[in-house]
């Protein structure tokens, strides 16, 4: 079992940047790493997920605008936000998967205001 623990969110205008950071409490290298966004009053959607290939997809939403990565040495997984838009607002909460266990952090808040 991993545990992980979101942290960078925070108060951002519209057309700043943030970058999140999921920190796991152990080895990340065979793991699907992913972000979810939730709106307020919605349900969780996916944002973008990164393989344990490096290989990565995005939400249609933040193509262009978001970026992740992974830092396997350090445990840690990225999401690049840049051009942040009001409905980006919400939770984001980081997940691993690993031969079909799903593991879930406690998310981070992001507001961003016009």
């Known amino acids: 079992q991993v545990q992980l623990v979101e942290s960078g969110g925070g108060l951002v205008q519209a057309g700043g940047s943030l970058r999140l950071s999921c920190a796991a409490s152990?080895?990340?290298?065979?793991?699907?790493m992913a972000w979810y966004h939730q709106a307020p009053g919605k349900q969780r959607e996916f944002v973008a997920h990164?393989?344990?290939?490096?290989?990565?997809k995005y939400a249609d939403s933040v193509k262009g605008r978001f970026t992740i990565s992974r830092d396997n040495p350090k445990k840690t997984t990225y999401l690049e936000m840049n051009s942040l838009k009001p409905e980006d607002t919400g939770g984001y909460y980081c997940?691993?998967?690993?031969?079909?266990?799903?593991?879930w952090g406690q998310g981070t808040q992001v507001t961003v205001s016009l």
């Open positions: 997940a691993a998967n690993y031969l079909g266990n799903n593991y």
């Open positions: 152990g080895s990340i290298f065979r793991m699907t």
């Open positions: 990164i393989t344990s290939g490096g290989s990565t």
